[in-house]
C-alpha cells in the first residue's frame, strides 16, 4: 500500500507499507538492492507522467503493517489519511529534508 502526504512540504512524500514477506525479507542485501532499484524506477516512471508540483520527492518504506487492527485502514482496507499524519507526521519535514529518493523508516 502507498499513501501520499505531505501537504506542508515542497514535495509530495509517499508512504510504502510493504507486504509482510517483503519485510522478512528486507534483511537480505540483493533483495534490499534490488527493492530500492524497482521503487526508484517507479518513482521517477512515474514523476514523469504526472504536473511537476505534484511529482514525489521520496518514497519511506515504513516498517509498520497498516491493517484495521491499528486503524491505519478501514474494514475495507481502504487508508485513514488521518491516522497515517497523526502516527507519521512529525517525521515528514525530515525525511522530506534528507536528500535521499528511497528511506526506510526505522
Known amino acids: 500500500q502507498v499513501c501520499v502526504t505531505g501537504a506542508s512540504l515542497p514535495s509530495p512524500i509517499a508512504l510504502v507499507n510493504l507486504s509482510e514477506r517483503a519485510v522478512r525479507q528486507l534483511d537480505d542485501e540483493d533483495f534490499r538492492r534490488e527493492l530500492v532499484e524497482e521503487l526508484e524506477t517507479l518513482r521517477l516512471s ?61
Open 46 to 106: 512515474t514523476n514523469e507522467a504526472i504536473d511537476k508540483h505534484e511529482r514525489v520527492s521520496c518514497l519511506v518504506v515504513v516498517p509498520e503493517a497498516w491493517g484495521i487492527d491499528n486503524n491505519f485502514t478501514t474494514p475495507t482496507l481502504k487508508i485513514k489519511r488521518q491516522q497515517i499524519d497523526d502516527y507519521y507526521g512529525a517525521n515528514y519535514q525530515q525525511w522530506s529534508e534528507q536528500g535521499k529518493s528511497i528511506i526506510f523508516a526505522a
